[in-house]
């Protein structure tokens, strides 16, 4: 049960990271109010680090700057390798 709570999860935060993208470009092409970046950052370091990606790299947003990549590969070594340790440990 805790396995399955765990998938929808991170389906939800990912689908949720990548959705925010594409509402953010699209505000950026029309000048309107923007996405903060926290926002972008925190959805990372809780387990949406690949929607996040996929997202920026779809709708080429956010690409030119160092801090979402670093984000994303730091939740990405955090949570694909970290993470797991934790389940064989418990």
Not at 8 to 13: D, E, K, N, P, S
Not at 45 to 60: A, E, K, T
Request: net charge positive; with cysteine; proline share 2%.
């Amino acid at each position: 049960m805790f396995y399955w709570t765990l998938i929808l999860y991170t389906a939800a935060v990912n689908i949720a990271a990548y959705l925010l993208i594409r509402s953010d470009k699209q505000r950026a092409v029309n000048k309107e109010w923007r996405v903060p970046e926290y926002v972008f950052f925190l959805l990372c370091f809780v387990g949406g680090f690949i929607g996040v990606h996929l997202g920026m790299q779809h709708y080429r947003h956010k690409t030119r700057h160092w801090k979402f990549k670093a984000a994303v590969l730091i939740s990405a070594v955090g949570f694909l390798i970290v993470f797991p340790f934790y389940f064989l440990f418990v």
